[in-house]
């Protein structure tokens, strides 16, 4: 594993060390590099200096170029403007240090961050005896990709998955469980059903049922609320038909995610159920540390800058005026579990931006207490809503919420149409084309919520989602593909560098694109953002694009050494998009 410096930063270096070795006086002094349209790059931060030292900037400029050492990386330095700098690099420095990156295996010359801490993704929350709609889908897919990312920069990632597995309602299904014992069996499948469709059959079955017989009769409702108190006591029996809904629920869980794409492992799937035993031990500490206090028989925090309509303070409530407990203590609980058992120094949620002031009011609880400090940090990653074409929250025709099976199997579906099209010029074959009209389906709906900046609201429309043309997952697939199918044609010539060749302006802005992949990486795990590496990807696309333009890979026209290098950067070119749409989740089927 061999971390290669991007030119960005080599470049960063020196003009560092040249302005402290022609201004000592300065101390030190941030060049302000970035990229430029005028230039590879221009620093800005000599005009910033002489204000400082009150000299003439273009002056300055040239004593900073003057300190700048002899080598390979600056092949041309100019002051513009006020003193300005625009620095271009040379085409060896750019071959060499893609070569260098080219030889790191998968890593690409992507460091591995020192030191990196342990990081608890709390993400991807369904509810137990519930189906799964378009609301769960940006917290699955966000929170997978941040996993794929923060892991590949070194982090120590551990995976929880805070299901709805306890509350009021599983007395009413326990309740109804008990009294029809048959009703959650599903042997025999109907019309073709799977493990998971038949298990959500059987669970809509008992909760509507349960349901009706609640509302409808009085006895029934009673013998359900005691149910709920058996249950909090732990009453063997009603734990263990609880269990069989959590069992049933988790099969279900298993075929969406399935069809998500995504791995979900068991041991990771802690839910309310696991804080159970420490809510009392949570509502007592915070009481007795004065972090909560009484308030009309509630136990609750209250905040200064939180208000209601009528100006009165709007507390967290710990534990409610009857004795239960509000989410509010199981988030407590589940932040004291995940700081001192899991030893995480970085909690993250990935969770609707509509539970922002109840996530705020959480961390503000667990600093006062303690459990969150300098050391210790708690993020909530807030996602927007998915609308539909209308620009309203996304529903079927009827008004309900969209189920998350039928949308991925419609994503499936057009994306398989799509696939058919091209499928004889390219010579797939049916399980070819199913196979990859299943990728580019799902990549399709997790490109587009991860290429939208998670804050947002996005429209869900699949004609867009699954076109060739535009910032799309197929798009960046087909791209892929395409380069795959140079390399196949190739023949003999194989994938070299040639650091001595002259690079066309096409193949300098492909290269200097392609060394910037660390960097964007290291910028998205910091913010929490994969949107930007959504956004690199595809302007890495668009290079490509402007490449294949501008300079054929295979002609018979080129010498040896340039048909070489061209295969050497359209085959990193690939290895970078199949690994940077592997950190969103995203295959890359090798022919499209």
Known sequence: MASVPSLASTLQQQLADALTAALPEAGTADPLLRRSDRADFQANGILALAKKLKGNPRELAAQVTAALPAGELIKDIEVSGPGFLNVTLTDRAITETLAARAADGDRLGVPVKPGAGTTVIDYAQPNVAKEMHVGHLRSAVIGDAMV??????????????????????????????????????????????????????????????????????????????????????????????????????????????????????????????????????????????????????????????????????????????????????????????????????????VVDARQSLHFKMVFETARRAGWLNDDVKAHQLAFGTVLGKDGKPFKTREGTTVRLEDLLDEAVERATAVVREKAEKVGLSEEEIVENGRYVGVGAVKYADLSTSAVRDYKFDLDQMVSLNGDTSVYLQYAYARIRSILRKAGDAKPAAHAELELAPAERALGLHLDQFGAVLEEVAEGYEPHKLAAYLYQLASHLTTFYDQCQVLSDENAPEVVENRLFLVELTARTLHQGMKLLGIRTPERL
């Not at 009706?212 to 249950?231: G, I, M, N, T």
């Not at 990771?268 to 308030?295: F, H, K, P, Q, W």
Request: net charge negative; hydrophobic share 35%.
């Open 148 to 349: 794929q990312i923060l892991e590949f920069t070194g982090e120590n990632v551990v995976r929880r998955h805070h299901i709805g597995d306890w509350g009021t309602q599983f007395g009413m299904l326990i309740q109804y469980l008990f009294e029809h014992p048959g009703e959650l069996k599903h042997e025999g499948h109907e019309g073709g059903e799977t493990d998971g469709e038949a298990a959500m059959s059987s669970l809509n079955r008992v909760y509507k049922a349960s349901r009706a017989l609640f509302d409808s009769d009085e006895e029934f409702k009673a013998r359900a609320r005691d149910r709920v108190v058996a249950l909090q006591a732990g009453d063997p029996e009603t734990l263990a038909t609880w269990q069989r809904f959590v069992d049933e629920s988790k099969i279900y869980f298993y075929s969406v995610f399935n069809k998500l794409d995504m791995e979900i492992r068991d041991p990771d799937i802690v839910g309310e159920s696991g804080y159970n035993d420490m809510l009392e031990e949570t509502c007592r500490i915070l009481e007795e540390t004065g972090v909560a206090v009484r308030s009309e028989g509630a136990l609750c925090v209250f905040f200064d800058d939180v208000k209601g309509p009528d100006g009165n303070p709007v507390p967290l409530i710990v534990k409610k005026t009857n004795g239960g407990y509000g989410y509010a203590a199981t988030d407590l609980s589940a932040i004291r579990d995940r700081v001192r058992n899991l030893e995480a120094d970085s909690l993250l949620y």
